[in-house]
Structure formats: structure tokens, C-alpha cells
């Protein structure tokens, strides 16, 4: 008798839903790893002591990459894929295969009333921030970008690229146009860490940011000073897209430290994010990437000595699926397989934001 009390309990473990399964969150912090596949993860992993902040999320998934015109999606289509819910042709920022603009989740959430932002270790108009806010044919138009931002009300944005809105080709200075929308513009960590409300522009370097190794604890601190800001709207909740940029970096470059400092950084900001959730309890926190870069084989290592050996197929992006983990309310919707397009959907679904 008490051997099979014993295997219905077992059995039944497999059926017992999370605790948060059936919760709706209130609050969304989407995390994008630029460049970030599963051979990214476990180097960063055995190069910190074999454990990674990210082993604390266990709804996990993959999502497939491929963009309207390319197997191989650039950042552009990667990014307006998981921004958006709409594949476009490689390059293109908000606009659908077609040239037509289509509404970010960001976008959606914030004509619904809930707060957003964006963190990223990279300019404020480079390629994947720029697809959640931006509508442009070309991921290069960075000046055209950074004018999308003011056509927006996002309430909080982080990261470098401030020449392109106050030394412009066509003499604009978008630092004041911010300023008369309201706008806290900084442009120090200092600065962006003292602000606790209202509206900010925290523009902190003049165009990409240092590696992780000159940068500092910036991107988690730059997170949680975002988070702080945003959790104001309580009544709403918000929207946060934060990304570790420069893993694609790496990546490119086949930079084996450099990458398993990226990914370690950004592996920091990860676990200050799910801290935040956790005590919450009403955020569902998503961690995913626009793509693989490198096509990265770790072909041995040593893990007392938390070393990894490496090998790269190409300097560019490859084709391959990327991981998917979340936590929190809503954390469920992300296991298995899905599309890079299914994230909006489901965001969408799970905030209650109207069409």
C-alpha cells in the first residue's frame, strides 16, 4: 500500500502545475542575448565556476531563427521578429516584409498604459533596441532611428549612441526635443542610478559601449535603475527589454574570452532580474536570442579548472534554433519549440493588452 501511495505521488509530481502556472503577470522583463546559443551559455557557465544564474529558470524552449527572405536571419529581422510577431526581410527595423511598419510589443504595451523601457550595452539605436521602438528599411539608419524615439513615450531608455541625437547630419538636436517631452536625459551611470521616477533618457556613451571588462556592473545596475523607475506604475505594470549586445560581438570576432564575459555579464543582469521577480511575484521574466553567432562547437575543456575549447564554423550568424528560458507567471507559454514571431503573441496574450 504505502509502495503505491509512494508511485501515485511520483506519478502525479509530473501533473502538479507551478506555482505560478494560470497567473497573469502584471509585469514583462524580456531578456535577449544577442549572438546567444547553447555553446554561448555553457562557455560562460564552465568559465564561471560551472553555474550560471540561468539555471534558476526551468520552463525552458527553443526558438527557430530563419527570417521572410533568409534562412539566416540578421538582428534586424531577428529582433523585429521577437519584437513585433511579424518575419521581415533581413536588415529591415518594424517593418513587415513589405515595407509597412508593424506595432512592437513595446509599442502595444505602452498604448495600453504600461510603463516601458529599454536597457541594452550597446547605442540606444543600434540594431535589436531599435526594433522595438523604430521603423526604418535599413538597421544603419541610426540617425532615423534615434528620431523614432521621439515619436514614442517610452518612459525609460539606456545605452549608448547619443551622437546620433545631438551631432546630426541634419542639425536637429533631439537632446532638447527630449527634454521639452520631459525628459531626465544623463548621461553617466551615476546619473541614470540617482533617478527614482518620471521620465528618462540616460544616454551613456557617444556611440557603442565598452566591452564588459571596461564596463563595469553597468548593465545590471542600468537594469535594476530601469526596474526602479518603471515599478511606479502599479496600477499598469510595465514592459522592459533588456539586451547583452555584445555577445554577437564576440561572436563575430570568435572571441572566446571576450564572449564568456559577455555572457557572464549579462548572466549577472539575469540573476538581479529574476532577485526583483521573485519578491514580486508578478513578473514573468523571458530570456532568449535573436540568434546564433559563430556557429560555436566547444570541442573539450577542463571544468576544475572551469576552461573551455573552442571552435568556430564562421564569423558570421548561423541558422541553428536558439534556447528560450522563463520564470514567473505566464512562465508555461514558453516550453518547447516556437517561432521567433510567437513572442509578442504570447506577451501580448498574457498582459490582456488590446489590439
Given at each position: 500500500m504505502k509502495k503505491n501511495f509512494l508511485l501515485l505521488l511520483f506519478i502525479g509530481s509530473f501533473f502538479i502545475?507551478?506555482?505560478?502556472?494560470?497567473?497573469?503577470?502584471?509585469?514583462?522583463?524580456?531578456?535577449?542575448?544577442?549572438?546567444?546559443?547553447?555553446?554561448?551559455?555553457?562557455?560562460?557557465?564552465?568559465?564561471?565556476?560551472?553555474?550560471?544564474?540561468?539555471?534558476?529558470?526551468?520552463?525552458?524552449?527553443?526558438?527557430?531563427?530563419?527570417?521572410a527572405d533568409n534562412f539566416v536571419?540578421?538582428?534586424?529581422?531577428?529582433?523585429?521578429?521577437?519584437?513585433?510577431?511579424?518575419?521581415?526581410?533581413?536588415?529591415?527595423?518594424?517593418?513587415?516584409?513589405?515595407?509597412?511598419?508593424v506595432e512592437s510589443i513595446l509599442e502595444q504595451a505602452e498604448r495600453n498604459g504600461l510603463s516601458t523601457g529599454i536597457v541594452v550595452s550597446c547605442a540606444v539605436t543600434y540594431v535589436t533596441p531599435?526594433?522595438?521602438?523604430?521603423?526604418?528599411?535599413?538597421?544603419k539608419m541610426y540617425e532615423e532611428c534615434a528620431a523614432d524615439y521621439l515619436k514614442t513615450d517610452i518612459d525609460v531608455f539606456i545605452g549608448g549612441g547619443r551622437k546620433y541625437f545631438d551631432s546630426r547630419s541634419d542639425g536637429r538636436n533631439l537632446i532638447d526635443e527630449l527634454k521639452a517631452k520631459d525628459y531626465q536625459v544623463v548621461?553617466?551611470?551615476d546619473e541614470v542610478v540617482k533617478v527614482k521616477s518620471g521620465k528618462l533618457a540616460g544616454l551613456v556613451h557617444e556611440d557603442q559601449l565598452p566591452e564588459a571588462s571596461e564596463r563595469g556592473n553597468y548593465l545590471p545596475e542600468a537594469t535594476m535603475a530601469a526596474i526602479d523607475i518603471l515599478d511606479n506604475n502599479k496600477k499598469k505594470g510595465f514592459f522592459l527589454m533588456v539586451e547583452g549586445s555584445?555577445?554577437?560581438?564576440a561572436g563575430h570576432d570568435n572571441n572566446a574570452g571576450m564572449m564568456a564575459r559577455e555572457m557572464i555579464d549579462f548572466d549577472k543582469t539575469i540573476g538581479a532580474v529574476l532577485d526583483y521577480a521573485k519578491k514580486d511575484g508578478n513578473t514573468l521574466v523571458v530570456v532568449t536570442a535573436d540568434h546564433?553567432?559563430?556557429?560555436?562547437?566547444?570541442?573539450?575543456?577542463?571544468?576544475?579548472?572551469?576552461?573551455?575549447k573552442t571552435n568556430y564554423a564562421l564569423k558570421n550568424?548561423?541558422?541553428?534554433?536558439?534556447?528560450?528560458?522563463?520564470?514567473?507567471?505566464?512562465?508555461?507559454?514558453?516550453?518547447?519549440?516556437?517561432?521567433?514571431?510567437?513572442?509578442?503573441?504570447?506577451?501580448?496574450?498574457?498582459?490582456k493588452l488590446k489590439k
Open positions: 502545475p507551478s506555482l505560478t502556472a494560470g497567473k497573469q503577470p502584471k509585469n514583462v522583463i524580456f531578456l535577449i542575448g544577442d549572438g546567444m546559443g547553447l555553446a554561448q551559455i555553457y562557455l560562460g557557465m564552465v568559465e564561471n565556476g560551472n553555474t550560471l544564474e540561468l539555471e534558476r529558470m526551468k520552463h525552458v524552449g527553443l526558438s527557430k531563427t530563419y527570417s536571419t540578421d538582428s534586424g529581422a531577428g529582433g523585429t521578429a521577437l519584437a513585433t510577431g511579424v518575419k521581415t526581410k533581413n536588415h529591415m527595423i518594424g517593418l513587415g516584409p513589405d515595407s509597412i511598419a531599435a526594433t522595438f521602438i523604430a521603423h526604418q528599411v535599413n538597421r548621461t553617466t551611470l555584445q555577445i554577437d560581438w546564433e553567432t559563430g556557429g560555436l562547437s566547444l570541442i573539450g575543456g577542463d571544468m576544475a579548472k572551469n576552461k573551455v550568424h548561423s541558422g541553428i534554433p536558439v534556447p528560450v528560458f522563463a520564470f514567473g507567471p505566464g512562465a508555461e507559454e514558453f516550453m518547447g519549440f516556437m517561432e521567433n514571431i510567437d513572442f509578442k503573441n504570447k506577451i501580448s496574450k498574457l498582459l
